[in-house]
């Protein structure tokens, strides 16, 4: 081969080598390099992401209305003081992360539009290999890194989950599902039916309410609503106090986390309280006479599934405006004009949005190998829900199903930057998750408690979740008032972690 080709590819390929690679450049792929910079700055590192831009799903999904279903004070970022309204739209979100892409300089180091199909462990390299495909060219590129972040989420972005309805096939009109949400669509003056009763439904309710001619919340069962205004008296009032602005966010994200910790403790030791309090606040803006039960009024434990917060009422204004109406009812069938229910009546419909939640993936749906050995990491034991049995080098950032997600994102990029300068300090190479003997008796528990939180997609996919055990530091409790205190003070040679 002609030598300059030879130093060419040579140095092309040392330009694809990092110590550290960050899957995602979403909320929690920035939050790693933030830490990644400020905790380990000797660190190369680069972020690569499959879609064109930043922002994962906040860039993605495209439906109408779409905006946080958590207080911003949290999903916001400990280090970058957010100013707005607490429930913030996806554009607002977005401007928020180019401003802490540009004010830390991670913009450079990721890489859009690179598709990972496979991750290869050698341990006799100590080197992760990805198999990565340059979507814009289809050019087929190796990139190599000695730890590797996994912060591409939870579900899989190209598809949501779509149950097979009886008759879908008859239906004239158009079917959608929001994450696949067309950009041109028409909807003005048809008449829309939304099924779903999740954040989703709404989120895309009151924003269609308006222009469609009629629109129907379609629900099998009810889902808990927190509906208030949408404003953070506390943040306004240190405001007109001229208190600086990192205060009034330290201030702020520690009033939501204690009121949060407050609802959670109820949602198990004064549930029925908690269930009348928030039927009540429903009540209210629907109006006295609006029949909240059956349609608003779940039959689980508050907090089973995630409470969705209403900014300023909207989808209960919008019912009550006579803008959207909410059916609870079994879907029959499809029919040629709508959908028939269980009930026999039938529902008329130009548009059916299906809001019936996503798919689940582990690992963003990449193939793993370990010394070429394919990983099931269903059968992989978590560590602290960060690490992964017999796994090394590797952690995934699996965020709060009720707190806000970045909250643990901070947890675990304290403790794998922790972990890194941990290994350079041992001079280890590797680090690979294992347990003890005397955790070989430990039972088998699901990934997350479905006693816990028990959501659909959750429940659709346990099976290819991790599992976890009953004492640390295998267990995943889901809990941030017990994690803030755990994963900082986490012992790192406790035995569970193999230095090599």
């Not at 919340?217 to 405001?239: G, H, I, K, V």
Request: glycine fraction near 8%.
């Amino acid at each position: 081969m002609d030598v300059a080709v030879d130093t060419r590819q040579e140095n092309a390929s040392m330009a694809r080598h990092f110590d550290v690679l960050i899957v995602g450049a979403g909320i929690s792929g920035i939050d790693a390099a933030y830490h990644l910079q400020k905790n380990c700055g000797g660190k190369t590192f680069a972020l690569l992401d499959t879609q064109e831009t930043f922002g994962g799903t906040w860039s993605t999904h495209k439906y109408p209305g779409i905006r946080s279903d958590s207080d911003l004070n949290t999903f916001g970022y400990k280090w970058k003081p957010w100013t707005g309204v607490p429930i913030a739209t996806a554009a607002e979100i977005l401007k928020y992360l180019g401003e802490c892409l540009d004010e830390q300089d991670i913009r450079q180091h990721i890489r859009f539009s690179h598709e990972i199909k496979a991750a290869s462990w050698s341990s006799e390299e100590a080197l992760w290999t990805l198999d990565v495909v340059h979507k814009d060219t289809g050019e087929r590129l190796a990139f190599t890194c000695n730890f590797l972040w996994m912060c591409q989420g939870y579900y899989r972005h190209s598809e949501g989950y779509m149950p097979d309805f009886p008759g879908m096939e008859d239906f004239t009109g158009e079917i959608i599902h929001p994450q696949t949400w067309p950009e041109d669509l028409d909807y003005k003056g048809k008449n829309i039916v939304v099924i779903g009763s999740g954040a989703t439904a709404a989120t895309i309710i009151p924003a269609m309410a308006k222009d469609c001619g009629h629109i129907t919340m379609l629900q099998r069962s009810p889902t808990y609503f927190s509906a208030r205004a949408n404003r953070d008296e506390l943040a306004e009032t240190l405001r007109e106090l001229d208190i600086p602005e990192e205060w009034i966010h330290e201030i702020a994200r520690r009033k939501v986390l204690h009121d949060q910790k407050v609802i959670t403790r109820r949602s198990f030791d004064d549930a029925d309280a908690l269930r009348k309090e928030l039927i009540d606040g429903a009540q209210a803006y629907l109006g006295k006479d609006f029949p909240v039960d059956p349609h608003f009024s779940p039959t689980y434990r508050p907090w089973r599934q995630r409470l969705a917060f209403v900014p300023d009422g909207d989808l209960f204004r919008a019912i009550r405006k006579g803008q959207a109406s909410v059916v609870t009812d079994q879907i029959e069938t499809f029919t040629k004009n709508g959908i028939l229910l269980k009930s026999g009546k039938e529902i008329a419909a130009d548009i059916i949005i299906t809001a019936t939640g996503f798919n689940m993936c582990v690992m963003g749906d990449v193939a793993f190998t370990v010394d070429g050995k394919p990983v099931d990491f269903s059968k992989c034991w978590a560590h602290r829900g960060i690490l992964f049995s017999g796994i090394p080098n590797m952690a995934w950032v699996f965020g709060y199903l009720r707190t806000s997600w970045t909250m643990r994102s901070d947890l675990i990029a304290g403790f794998v930057t922790r972990l890194l300068n941990h290994m350079d300090e041992r001079a280890a190479k590797i680090v690979t998750p294992q347990l003890r003997h005397s955790d070989k008796d430990m039972p088998e528990l699901p990934f997350v408690d479905p006693e816990n939180f028990n959501a659909g997609y959750l429940a659709r996919s346990l099976d290819i979740m991790p599992k976890q055990g009953d004492r640390q530091p295998w267990i995943f409790s889901q809990d941030y008032y017990a994690e803030k205190d755990e994963i900082p003070a986490a012992d790192l040679e406790d035995g569970t972690l193999i230095y090599e």
